[in-house]
């Protein structure tokens, strides 16, 4: 806690993560959400610190005007939760519509509404309630990112922003405040702000608080030799520059690096001249190399739905596969089949290259998210890391009979699995500095594999022979900005 008149911080609250701080309407307490890798706790904590209270977990917190109660909402589950902040009692309501994720709320000033935003498959949605549940409106809908909705100070309108890529505008619809629906369209009023997710106003509606956050990232190589806790590791600053890199793949023989930035290029894996091979309008997303080398599957949005494409390694002309919808992420067997992930980032589906036939991994898509799919040597068994409830970790999933094992709890992802199917390479995403397990697939002790002379890693990738890997490592520099009168209509 820093008073703004000066003086030295005071700490008031110490957690593993912190993810959220909501200030009470009074300003005698905060809302803090905290959470250990899957679990999380919401917890009430006085302004200069203390005794605090653990309550219900709610993401996207919210206070009432009053500050006796405060909202919430909880994934999967369409609803909105109300917490009694002196009994720690809970109420909620339903949400009609259809969406996959709730990603934020905010309560009116008034009291009797509350707005929040949704995101389905192919959109991002904007809604107002009533707290008893008896009214709901759509006020915006988009096919881009939203992020952080807010009443103004006299509830007649929404603040919110859009994303423009690299970019956001801040946009403002007008709210008939008895009714909570729209009053015309959104304006863009402030636009080109490099904002982060989330923005606050002050009471009299004439002040703006944001982050502006500038990230990058670049491509690094690492080289091992040796055994155990002896490997002589050895790093390599591949790319340079303030672009975003991501999605790096290594070549079936080793050789080279496709990766994306803003389109996709190769790269040889000790670094050197790089290559573009598509030249796209848009985002090409996780390329993946075929089997033989000769092409490269990714994700590029066609129509507003993103599709599967492949391109051919040398350059060319993309081709889409016409029938698939993807959310992000993508993978090519040891035989044929890509491996794609279904919006809604809840199952893989197994697309064939040649007839475009689809089939599911798993019969049952809504046990949670998955990411991260990597194939065993032999084709027959897939790792992903999976937020299967009620177990978040890395799982193995058996293509012959559909069995599902545990390996490892916790936010492991799955790298490659070793050359001979016993174990799976996987990155520990909590641990810093970086480090690269090694979970054996039939029982055993997990050991420690790598560990990388970085703070954090983005995405890895590794040579088919595991004697390189080549990794993501993100920049991010951010301050806060307070924009005075930053709407012209408010006086």
Request: aromatic share 10%.
């Amino acid at each position: 806690m820093q008073d703004l008149t000066g003086g030295q911080p005071l700490e008031i609250f110490k957690h593993k993560n912190i993810d959220d701080l909501q200030w009470s309407p009074d300003g005698s307490e905060l809302l803090i959400l905290a959470n250990n890798d899957s679990v999380g706790d919401t917890y009430l904590v006085p302004r200069l610190g203390g005794t605090s209270r653990k309550m219900m977990y709610l993401p996207f917190i919210s206070w009432s005007p009053d500050g006796s109660r405060f909202a919430g909402g909880f994934e999967p589950r369409k609803r909105i939760w109300f917490t009694n902040k002196s009994t720690g009692d809970t109420t909620s309501i339903s949400l009609n519509g259809s969406f996959t994720w709730l990603e934020d709320i905010d309560w009116s000033p008034a009291g009797n509404r509350l707005l929040y935003l949704t995101e389905g498959e192919k959109e991002a949605t904007i809604w107002t309630i009533t707290t008893d549940g008896t009214q709901q409106y759509k006020i915006v809908e988009d096919s881009v990112y939203l992020r952080s909705p807010r009443w103004s100070s006299k509830g007649d309108a929404v603040y919110y922003l859009r994303s423009l890529g690299q970019t956001m505008d801040l946009m403002k619809i007008k709210i008939d405040p008895g009714t909570g629906r729209a009053k015309g369209l959104p304006i863009a009023i402030q636009s080109g702000l490099q904002a982060g997710r989330v923005f606050t106003l002050s009471k009299d509606n004439k002040q703006l608080l944001y982050t502006r956050v500038q990230s990058y990232s670049n491509l690094w190589l690492a080289t091992y030799e040796g055994k155990g806790d002896t490997k002589a590791i050895k790093t390599k600053q591949l790319t340079t520059g303030t672009s975003l890199v991501s999605w790096q793949s290594i070549s079936p023989d080793g050789k080279k690096v496709v990766f994306n930035k803003g389109n996709l290029f190769i790269i040889p894996i000790e670094g050197g001249e790089m290559k573009q091979i598509t030249f796209l309008d848009s985002y090409a997303a996780s390329p993946v190399w075929s089997p033989d080398g000769k092409e490269i599957a990714f994700g590029f949005p066609q129509n507003g739905i993103l599709k599967a494409w492949r391109v051919s390694a040398d350059g060319g002309t993309p081709r889409p596969f016409e029938k698939s919808e993807l959310s992000t992420e993508l993978t090519w067997s040891p035989g044929s089949n890509i491996l794609y992930q279904r919006p809604g980032n809840r199952n893989f589906h197994f697309l064939n290259p040649k007839t475009e036939e689809e089939r599911p991994l798993v019969k049952n898509d809504s046990v949670g998210w998955m990411f991260n799919p990597r194939y065993s040597p032999d084709g027959k068994k897939v790792a992903v890391h999976w937020n299967r409830r009620p177990t978040r970790g890395l799982w193995v999933i058996s293509l012959q009979d559909s069995s599902q094992v545990l390996l490892h709890r916790g936010f492991i992802l799955p790298i490659r699995w070793s050359s001979n199917g016993k174990s799976v390479y996987a990155l520990n995403v909590s641990e810093k500095p970086s480090k690269i397990l090694m979970i054996p697939v039939s029982g055993g002790k997990t050991k420690t594999f790598l560990t990388l002379p970085f703070e954090k890693i983005g995405s890895v990738s590794m040579s088919p022979d595991g004697k390189k890997m080549v990794f993501t490592v993100p920049e991010t520099q951010s301050d806060a900005w307070l924009m005075e009168d930053f709407d012209p209509e408010v006086k």
